[in-house]
């Protein structure tokens, strides 16, 4: 059984920069896809980034491209958020995605098999 532990997260000022680090554990983890989703509260879960675990391809959502970067460190089996210039609209819930298999929808959260528990981002002003 892989697990999905995600660390970085805290208390940021507008403006300021936080990396998350999802780390694997477990089994080998050789997934199709990794991805980030956020919550906000009273929100539904959304994209942010995800990556083809092989390379290949890398999607953002629109709200946090140019800001944030998704990168991996195969060697360390983790899975990285850069995330830089932040403003309030990036506080939520923070939580890393795998996807086993093939997936043509890469930005939907119900295609991704196992979870991270989340980490909590917040910036104030």
């Known amino acids: 059984q892989v697990q999905l532990v995600e660390s970085g997260g805290g208390l940021v000022q507008t403006g300021g920069s936080l990396r998350l680090s999802c780390t694997a554990s477990?089994?080998?983890?050789?997934?199709?896809?990794m991805g980030w989703f956020r919550q906000a509260p009273g929100k539904e879960r959304e994209f942010v980034a995800a990556?083809?675990?092989?390379?290949?391809?890398?999607a953002y959502a629109d709200s946090v491209r140019g800001r944030f970067t998704i990168s991996r460190d195969n060697a360390k089996n983790t899975m990285y958020l850069e995330m830089n210039n932040l403003s309030s609209e990036d506080t939520a819930v923070y939580y890393c995605?795998?996807?086993?298999?093939?997936?043509?929808?890469?930005?939907?959260?119900?295609?991704?098999?196992?979870w991270g528990q989340g980490t909590q981002v917040t910036v104030s002003s």
């Open positions: 995605a795998a996807k086993r298999s093939f997936t043509t929808t890469p930005r939907v959260a119900r295609e991704y098999d196992v």
């Open positions: 477990g089994r080998t983890l050789s997934p199709y896809a």
């Open positions: 990556m083809r675990y092989s390379g290949g391809w890398i």
